[in-house]
């Protein structure tokens, strides 16, 4: 290689060490703008409840609605962003949920004598969740494309806890803007954020070239690329399944506590607006902050899948451990309304903390050309999880109360144990990182 060829790819190389926090920025706002919509809409359970008129059953059916949505659109979204590449699928995306969200400002609000139907309002919800699948895929083959195997982890994490950030920032604002000036006000700032973050979309991703992608030079992708097996398909390989179905399994927590931890804490402990709100922020902070470290942890310690592990073991403690004080202490026990924000904290936070471990893990065993329909494969389990769980918690109330939803929760997420992969050999984890390339 010539000295002009090699200052060429150093000054590429810099070039890309630059723009992909860029792309990085770009993927974070994307699923920020999208989890204040899926994670922050919950978050008005009881103003949805009263203001539409609904039951604890209609309450859980229009907010399955939304994780409906995301799961059965996941993975086409996902294959279609693998063929057409993640900027044409993340602006349509983007801009496709922004409409959808203003379509349910303009048509599907309380107003005066008027209440939308059920049905309208879940396929409504529905609609954006369907609209919406298309965010996580597509923002995740960007950031692999751009960041290394060493940094991925810590990028992945990074990317993932726009989820929880996103959703803290929805219990904040929505909650508060749904009691006050109605659910217009709060459609409206969801779409407005959906829009804008396409416009930086526009501007700033698209697909790196080879000497970008790996940031080190073109003779190194070259010679990575050779060296690569042909990959299996993402749909074939069982240890993508594994990882996807243990997510999935380890959401169900996650997702109680999303969907009906306001309605345990309003309805059990008597918790008023404010302390309802921040602890939900508090939840997602706290996973916003445990993402980013565990990425970072894992990367220098290469143990993304005991890490996983740890997490659901943990998490069934903690849940097992709400059930059980719950249980004691009774009917509306107004008096620990700390004690239970603070276990709802602490259980939500570590069931949310692996995300981005199991997202890298998931593009890391596909490889980069492949990551969409990988993450896409995990993203189905997990909002097929967000689609069941609202659904299974009002009849498990209507039989145990409280303490049999923490029980179940605690269950769902000891099963994700044996369901996650073991730690690879060295040899094995070799190779899924030099399939990277592929």
């Not at 309002?121 to 996580?136: D, K, Q």
């Not at 309802?276 to 990425?295: C, D, E, K, L, N």
């Not at 570590?350 to 490889?367: D, I, M, Q, R």
């Not at 049999?404 to 094995?428: D, E, N, Q």
């Amino acid at each position: 290689m010539g000295n002009e060829s090699i200052a060429a790819v150093r000054v590429s190389g810099t070039r890309a060490a630059s723009h992909r926090w860029k792309v990085l920025g770009v993927g974070f706002a994307a699923n920020a703008s999208f989890s204040a919509a899926f994670s922050g809409i919950p978050t008005t359970a009881v103003f949805l409840r009263s203001g539409y008129h609904l039951g604890n059953d209609g309450l859980g059916l229009v907010l399955g609605m939304l994780g409906l949505g995301i799961a059965v659109s996941e993975l086409p979204w996902g294959l279609l962003t693998d063929c057409w590449g993640d900027r044409r699928v993340l602006l349509l995306g983007l801009l496709s949920t922004a409409a959808a969200l203003a379509g349910l400002a303009l048509f599907v609000v309380p107003s005066g004598a008027h209440v939308p139907s059920v049905a309208t309002l879940a396929l409504g919800l529905l609609l954006v969740g369907l609209l919406g699948g298309s965010v996580n895929g597509s923002s995740g083959r960007a950031v692999m494309a751009w960041f290394r195997e060493g940094e991925r982890g810590l990028a992945m994490s990074i990317r993932q806890t726009a989820v929880p950030a996103g959703g803290g920032l929805g219990a904040l604002i929505l909650p508060a803007l749904a009691s006050r000036f109605g659910f217009a006000s709060a459609y409206t700032l969801l779409a407005l954020a959906c829009a804008i973050t396409a416009g930086f979309a526009w501007c700033w991703l698209h697909e790196p070239s080879h000497a970008e992608g790996n940031g080190a030079g073109a003779a190194r992708h070259a010679s990575a690329a050779g060296a690569t097996p042909a990959k299996v398909s993402p749909l074939r390989d069982i240890g993508i399944w594994r990882v996807a179905l243990g997510a999935g399994a380890l959401c169900v927590p996650q997702l109680a506590v999303v969907t009906f931890g306001t309605v345990f804490l309003h309805d059990f402990s008597r918790a008023g607006v404010l302390t309802i709100s921040v602890t939900m922020a508090a939840v997602q902070t706290g996973a916003a902050i445990a993402r980013v470290w565990s990425g970072a942890w894992t990367d220098r310690r290469g143990n993304r899948r005991d890490y996983m592990r740890a997490c659901s073991v943990l998490t069934a403690v903690l849940f097992a451990s709400l059930a059980l004080v719950t249980g004691l202490a009774g009917l509306h026990h107004a008096a620990m309304t700390v004690v239970f924000a603070l276990m709802i904290v602490l259980g939500g936070v570590s069931a949310s903390a692996w995300h981005g471990v199991a997202f890298t893990e998931l593009a890391t065993l596909a490889g980069t050309n492949r990551a969409g329909t990988a993450l896409a494969i995990g993203n189905t389990c997990v909002f097929l999880t967000l689609f069941l769980t609202p659904l299974a918690i009002p009849p498990l109330l209507s039989v145990g109360s409280w303490p049999m939803v923490w029980a179940v929760a605690s269950v769902c997420a000891l099963i994700a144990l044996p369901v996650f992969p073991r730690a690879a050999r060295a040899g094995k984890l070799a190779a899924a990182r030099a399939c990277d390339a592929t």
